[in-house]
């Protein structure tokens, strides 16, 4: 977990650091190093994840000296250290989403959806559209550890959703042959209900392309506040 003082200074600006007081929450943190008001945060889940933030665009030389060899998975919320990223350093792969968070009402209970078992994520590793980025064991520790939710039609699970390791509403699926029936807005809705009850920030992460999944978060009550990246950089 965070040491007091750092979580007093990253509550200051909670919807830009929410991923990562969120990470803490469930996961140590190896390293914290800061400049200024601006960090570079270690910590591990299914892999070791440096949270790298600028409070001040000045401060990205001094905080890109803070990054050494090790830290190969950057979490990034800033385009100058994206940049720094891409003219700097061999990546392997980007993943660049939205990130909206929810302004909406309370939600109310939401019928017709159960909770998902640790047995389950056999099964939602395989219909798994980012499954490159996940396997069964990451997926399992969040069923544990975070909140996943699913509707069953004739006992067999057609759609799903989890939290991500900072807390963010993901793994958002349902079954083709499902589709078009409100199970997706169904599901957002009972996340955002369970979140709630547990005073947690609602936030989802989406790919610019992907323009049915931003339209739900929208019509679910989300608002854009930034972009977000995840970064590998090559060993």
């Given at each position: 977990?965070?040491?007091?003082?750092?979580?007093?200074?990253?509550?200051?600006?909670?919807?830009?650091?929410?991923?990562?007081l969120?990470?803490?929450?469930?996961?140590?943190?190896k390293?914290?190093?800061?400049?200024?008001?601006?960090?570079?945060?270690?910590?591990?889940?299914?892999?070791?994840?440096?949270?790298?933030?600028?409070?001040d665009?000045?401060?990205?030389?001094?905080?890109?000296?803070l990054?050494?060899?090790?830290?190969?998975?950057?979490?990034?919320q800033?385009?100058?250290?994206?940049?720094?990223?891409k003219?700097?350093?061999?990546?392997?792969?980007?993943?660049?989403?939205?990130?909206?968070?929810?302004?909406?009402?309370?939600?109310e209970?939401?019928?017709?959806?159960?909770?998902?078992?640790?047995?389950?994520?056999?099964?939602?590793?395989?219909?798994?559209?980012?499954?490159?980025?996940?396997?069964?064991?990451?997926?399992?520790?969040?069923?544990?550890?975070?909140?996943?939710l699913?509707?069953?039609?004739?006992d067999?699970?057609?759609?799903?959703?989890?939290?991500?390791?900072?807390?963010?509403?993901?793994?958002?699926?349902?079954l083709?042959?499902?589709?078009?029936?409100?199970?997706?807005?169904?599901?957002?809705?009972?996340?955002?209900?369970?979140?709630?009850?547990?005073?947690?920030?609602?936030?989802?992460?989406?790919?610019?392309?992907?323009?049915?999944?931003?339209?739900?978060?929208?019509?679910?009550?989300f608002e854009y506040v930034?972009d977000?990246?995840?970064?590998?950089?090559?060993?």
């Amino acid at each position: 977990m965070l040491n007091d003082k750092d979580k007093r200074l990253l509550e200051k600006n909670k919807i830009k650091n929410i991923n990562l007081l969120n990470f803490a929450e469930d996961y140590d943190i190896k390293e914290s190093l800061w400049y200024n008001q601006s960090y570079v945060i270690t910590g591990k889940s299914d892999h070791e994840w440096t949270y790298i933030h600028l409070e001040d665009p000045m401060d990205l030389n001094e905080v890109m000296r803070l990054i050494d060899d090790s830290h190969l998975r950057w979490m990034i919320q800033d385009e100058l250290v994206l940049n720094y990223a891409k003219t700097h350093k061999s990546l392997e792969w980007i993943l660049s989403c939205k990130k909206l968070i929810y302004k909406g009402e309370k939600v109310e209970t939401i019928e017709g959806v159960e909770v998902l078992r640790p047995e389950d994520a056999e099964y939602i590793q395989a219909h798994n559209d980012y499954g490159e980025f996940t396997d069964i064991n990451y997926i399992k520790e969040r069923i544990s550890k975070g909140i996943g939710l699913c509707i069953k039609i004739n006992d067999q699970m057609v759609g799903w959703v989890l939290t991500h390791d900072d807390g963010a509403i993901g793994f958002i699926k349902v079954l083709e042959a499902y589709r078009n029936k409100g199970y997706a807005k169904k599901l957002t809705d009972a996340m955002i209900y369970e979140q709630q009850k547990r005073n947690l920030m609602s936030f989802v992460h989406i790919e610019k392309e992907n323009i049915k999944s931003m339209n739900l978060a929208l019509k679910a009550g989300f608002e854009y506040v930034g972009d977000v990246h995840w970064v590998k950089i090559k060993e």
